[in-house]
């Protein structure tokens, strides 16, 4: 594999590492460890070489699509901007809002003496920007989270081609430009609930994150760096022997990563012998796992 952090350091641009975050940055920031692979790595510097691609990024939910976004700004010491996107969201949304209840509001005030002309006349007091107006107007360069895309409208991804590929907008209610003084590292989780456009897959880099089952002890490890090695690999074996069972059976919803921190920070207030004990019987707090009551009974009954 090519490895195009050397192409971009001797560029002299930034490049993502994927540092593990430190007990001190974890405690002052509030920031969860993240473990990228190389290849996930790779797929990261790509986006910040081509600059105008984001990065699309699609897999299980719980495997970690959302958190890499905030990773990335962190180690690269970039602004944040998340965008988490419900069914309702306009693709206009990340660019700007006008809000015009609040000017008619202060323009009755005015006729009441009791509000000034000259802001009610200003649009600009009325004009807010969303997280990508946010990111174009900064003068450094930010990462933009694009949240579960797939939630919103079919139309949403292709009314954002434009301003993606000219990096630039327009205040409608203002005539105002917003032009990006830096491209920002777009990132764009997708749980594949809905198909994206043709056109907006064209524009993006993709990749598909993988359940990390070679990592699972390093990921437990990175988040209870007190745990005792044994008992993390006899939490991670209980794991991943229940979500192979899910893998050849019918579940539609196989236990993840995130799940599975939930249910070792329970385990991780036990003793080591009771936890170690707990782990060879029944399957210990089930209900932090199974989801749905026919996996309670599919796998709970498979086990007994």
Not at 74 to 88: F, N, R
Not at 112 to 120: D, I, R, W
């Amino acid at each position: 594999m090519v490895n195009l952090a050397s192409v971009l350091s001797a560029s002299g641009k930034q490049f993502y590492k994927g540092k593990p975050i430190s007990a001190e940055e974890y405690q002052q920031d509030g920031l969860a460890p993240y473990l990228p692979s190389p290849e996930l790595i790779n797929a990261v510097n790509l986006a910040i070489f081509l600059e105008k691609r984001p990065l699309l990024l699609k897999g299980e939910p719980g495997c970690g699509k959302t958190r890499l976004a905030q990773a990335v700004a962190h180690e690269l010491g970039l602004s944040y901007e998340p965008w988490y996107i419900k069914s309702t969201s306009r693709a206009r949304d990340g660019l700007y809002s006008y809000d015009a209840i609040r000017r008619l509001h202060d323009a009755q005030l005015v006729r009441m003496g009791e509000e000034s002309k000259s802001k009610v006349d200003n649009l600009d007091n009325y004009i807010q920007l969303g997280p990508l107006g946010r990111a174009f107007e900064n003068p450094q360069r930010s990462v933009v989270l694009i949240d579960e895309i797939d939630k919103a409208d079919i139309d949403f991804p292709n009314d954002l081609l434009r301003e993606l590929d000219e990096q630039k907008f327009t205040i409608e209610e203002t005539g105002k430009e917003v032009k990006a003084n830096y491209p920002p590292i777009v990132f764009v989780t997708s749980n594949d609930e809905k198909d994206l456009p043709d056109a907006f897959l064209r524009r993006c880099l993709f990749y598909y994150i993988e359940f990390p089952y070679s990592q699972l002890s390093k990921i437990v490890k990175a988040h209870f760096p007190e745990s005792p090695r044994d008992v993390v690999e006899a939490a991670v074996k209980r794991f991943t022997e229940l979500r192979r069972k899910m893998e050849k059976g019918k579940s539609g919803k196989k236990v993840s990563t995130s799940e599975l921190l939930d249910w070792f920070a329970v385990l991780h207030q036990f003793p080591k012998d009771e936890v170690l004990k707990q782990l060879e019987g029944e399957l210990p707090f089930p209900e932090v796992l199974l989801k749905k009551w026919e996996d309670h009974l599919r796998y709970l009954k498979y086990e007994a």
